[in-house]
């Protein structure tokens, strides 16, 4: 199993930035996909999750109306597509597979990324 974030990188405050998680090793369809993020000295964040199965897309309210995430099950990949971006956006970006009713409040995560860092410039 592996999950491979990139598209991490330097952003003007204000600007956009896209990520993308491609999977491989499990069922895609059969798992949630969710993003993460963890700034030096913070908790880790949870801000998206999206799974298929139920149809179910969710957004923590730091992200909600800036960010959107999308699934292209047919590459087996995830994208975060970051907009108006803020300087409390810089963090490492994590994506994590977890059973497919997780956006939905039930099971656990399974599979981790390595992460990308997002740096934002003011």
């Known amino acids: 199993v592996q999950l491979v974030e990139s598209g991490g990188g330097l952003v003007q405050a204000g600007g956009s930035l896209s990520l993308a998680c491609a999977t491989t090793?499990?069922?895609?369809?059969?798992?949630?996909i969710v993003w993460f993020r963890q700034a030096p000295g913070k908790e880790r964040e949870k801000i998206t999750c999206?799974?298929?199965?139920?149809?179910?897309?969710d957004y923590s309210d730091s992200v909600k109306g800036r960010f959107t995430t999308s699934s292209d099950n047919a590459k087996r990949t995830v994208y975060l597509h970051m907009n108006s971006v803020k300087p409390e956006d810089a963090a490492t970006y994590y994506c994590a597979a977890a059973g497919k009713y997780f956006c939905a409040g039930y099971g656990s995560l399974n599979y981790w990324g390595r992460g990308t860092q997002v740096t934002v410039s003011s």
């Open positions: 090793g499990f069922t895609f369809e059969d798992y949630a």
């Open positions: 999206i799974s298929n199965n139920p149809l179910i897309t």
